[in-house]
């Protein structure tokens, strides 16, 4: 663990994040039939996933490893990354997944789909914070320094598995704790189940996570090497995939009753995350002048603008079918 670096930019981004985490919570309080439960979902993906797989793969890239990747320190970190970091990752997954149950989409669907949202808000956020180099007290540090094989396929300096792997990071979590609810509603909402499953959740998630099915969605290891084009062929490959059973669900879905609608007011930490962080990043991509993957940020940021627009559709058929 290294010391505190100030980059005024990198402060003002973690202070945003905390702070619509902090609403976040707020939010999950005043909405969640049982918030206890989500908020230690909150704690298990941060501390017991989302940490634990990136201060793996931090500490392989400080030993020098190729492949792997660095943080710049921030002022809060969990050993060698950004608290900030899983707190916007949860953040993503858990607010694509809130909007799917209030639009009751089949449950097998929203794996695939959450992981989808997760991979485009990746492209809104990594080509920024690999260009966000700055001259400090302790040397040339980047917010998040990527360390690629030779000859591995990349988009900006970052290898194209790692936005793939959203996908399969937030499909593993979004799959294991639908499963957790349905054991936890079968059993009669038992406090020891609920209090369990993220638990159990998380250990899963990372379990997948390190197997080599991974590698196998990746670039279709170990049946092709990682510096093959099979990179790109499983990006396109999962991310149609994922698109076409976005597009089934809501085909199915049209006919089907509205749960709950979407209001601004109230699910404002939920939109923040769909387009506000989004526009931030843009906001940031300017002001730093990187404008070779302007843009990768700003098509991310749209696609998540049609996200946003197709919910806010459903919504109002909601509303007008209540009426």
């Known amino acids: 663990m290294g010391n505190i670096t100030i980059v005024p930019v990198w402060i003002i981004q973690d202070i945003l994040v905390l702070i619509i985490a902090t609403l976040m ?72 997944l809130r909007v799917l149950k209030t639009i009751n989409i089949p449950s097998w669907t929203k794996p ?39 000859g591995e396929p990349v988009i900006y300096g970052e290898p194209v598995m790692n936005f793939t792997g959203w996908i399969y990071i937030a499909g593993y979590w ?13 059993k009669g909402y038992s406090n020891l189940i609920g209090y369990l499953y ?12 390190v197997s080599p099915l991974s590698n196998f969605f990746n670039y279709m290891g170990p049946f092709f090497a990682r510096t093959s084009n099979m990179q790109w062929v ?15 669900a809501f ?16 699910d404002f930490p939920i939109m923040f995350t769909f387009l506000g962080f989004p526009m931030v990043n843009t906001i940031f991509c300017i002001i730093g002048g990187y404008w070779k993957i302007l843009w990768l940020v700003v098509l991310a940021q749209v696609l998540l603008l049609l996200c946003w627009g197709g919910i806010r559709i459903l919504s109002k058929k909601g509303i007008s079918q209540k009426g």
């Open 198 to 209: 993220p638990f159990l959740a998380s250990i899963l998630s990372v379990v997948c996570l």
């Open 25 to 96: 919570v707020f939010y999950i309080i005043k909405n969640e039939e049982r918030p206890k439960i989500v908020l230690l979902q909150f704690i298990c993906f941060v501390f017991f996933y989302a940490s634990v797989f990136e201060n793996v793969a931090v500490s392989m890239g400080l030993m020098g490893n190729e492949g792997f990747y660095a943080y710049g320190h921030s002022i809060l970190m969990i050993f060698n990354i950004p608290l900030t970091v899983p707190i916007i990752e949860f953040l993503i997954v858990y607010s694509t």
């Open 174 to 186: 979004t799959a294991f704790i639908l499963i957790g609810e349905w054991w936890h509603k079968k």
């Open 251 to 266: 085909v199915k879905f049209w006919d089907r009753k509205v749960l709950r609608s979407m209001d601004y007011k109230n």
């Open 112 to 150: 695939f789909i959450t992981g989808l949202c997760a991979m485009i808000f990746d492209f809104s956020l990594d080509p920024v914070a690999v260009k966000q180099i700055f001259q400090t007290s302790e040397g040339i540090i980047g917010r998040w320094s990527y360390f690629p094989i030779p």
């Open 234 to 248: 499983m990006l396109i490959s999962l991310s149609v995939i994922s698109v076409g059973i976005l597009v089934l």
